[in-house]
């Protein structure tokens, strides 16, 4: 069980289906917004419709990782860094699957 805690699981390939905004870190609708713990992704932008990636399960939590090589992703990543991993709760309910990779269980 340890060594699949430290694993990367993809769980669903999505596309995202609305613009999710992103606010200015300085302005104080982003002060009211704001998620604690979440410096690793900038909030000058949107992440906007279309965009693809996967939601991956790691350390015990879900995130959504967008794909590096896609228009728009300069909007919510750092700069030289297009790989980020997103809480989940930022995306949730606002994709669609296109690929799943979950086996469900037969009764």
Known sequence: MKTLFFQEQKLHRIEIVEDIV?????????????????????KDGVIAKGT?????????RMYFSPDAN??????FTPPDQPYVLIPYKKVKNKYR???SFVIKAEK
Do not use: C, H, M
Request: charged share 20%; aromatic share 12%; no cysteine.
């Open 22 to 42: 992103s606010y200015s870190v300085s302005s104080l609708q982003a002060q009211r917004n704001r998620y604690p713990f979440q410096g690793d992704v900038s």
């Open 52 to 60: 693809t990636g996967y939601i991956i399960k790691r350390w015990g």
């Open 70 to 75: 896609q228009k728009g992703i300069e909007q």
């Open 97 to 99: 699957i296109v690929l």
